[in-house]
């Protein structure tokens, strides 16, 4: 589903440039789930942003579904992130203008996958059927979040990466969102890429990974 071979990336600064990832392999079957921990700093989010083709990296290679991604240029790029990705991040990227089901709906259409069934069933699996016509900022954080990742797949991706999806909630709140994120996950027969900075989070997934000084090491729960 996803592979990456020998990534290497450097950032610029006034001193020169900065290694971040030195050299990364990370492999992700289809339907599995891998959660990424590191501390902050350590290249995390770089890496999932390499993963969606929003960057790439200065050598190495980035495959999804066996193309080669990080070959791609910006425009070939961004379309497969519309047909073959889902994309849920810390901050919940919804647009205010559009209402709860409209905000829900925007993924699959751009992708021309919209599935009347499926949005339904989202609807009322991410508790927000009695909220279709409430705009984000009528939300709490905790439905925001989840309306996020009813968005990311509400086109049934193949894979979702998510950066911290949880990181600006509450633990209850946190707990919550994650079990149905999973849920979802699992029902749709995605892959799931997770990058969190805390081991609970980490542990209902199949695997998980550290990356520490730009190299990823297999990480104990």
């Known amino acids: 589903m996803l592979e990456l071979r020998g990534i290497r990336k450097s950032y610029p600064t006034p001193q020169g440039p900065l290694p971040v990832l030195r050299g990364v392999d990370l492999c992700l079957a ?3 789930s891998l959660a990424l921990m590191g501390e902050s700093g350590s290249g995390k989010s770089t890496l999932l942003h390499l993963a969606a083709g929003l960057d790439t990296p200065d050598s190495g290679e980035v495959r999804l579904d066996d193309r080669l991604l990080s070959a791609l240029d910006e ?5 497969c992130r519309r047909r073959r990705l889902g994309l849920v991040f810390q901050q ?3 647009v205010p203008s559009l209402d709860v089901l ?9 992708a021309g996958r919209e599935e009347t069934a499926w949005t339904r069933e989202l609807l009322r699996r991410l508790g ?4 279709a016509g409430r705009y984000p900022e009528q939300l709490s954080g905790g439905q925001q979040q989840r309306l996020a990742i009813g968005r990311a797949l509400a086109a049934r991706p193949a894979l979702l990466l998510a950066d911290e999806p949880t990181g600006n909630l509450d633990e209850r709140s946190a707990d919550r969102v994650l079990a149905l994120l999973l849920e979802l996950v699992r029902d749709s027969g995605c892959a799931l890429l997770m990058v969190t900075h805390s081991p609970r989070v980490a542990a209902p997934l199949d695997r998980c990974l550290r990356l520490s000084r730009g190299r990823i090491a297999e990480a104990a729960l």
């Open 30 to 32: 289809a339907g599995e």
């Open 75 to 79: 425009p070939a790029r961004a379309e």
């Open 92 to 94: 919940f990227h919804l």
């Open 102 to 110: 409209d905000n829900l709906r925007l993924q699959a259409r751009l």
């Open 128 to 131: 927000l059927a009695d909220m």
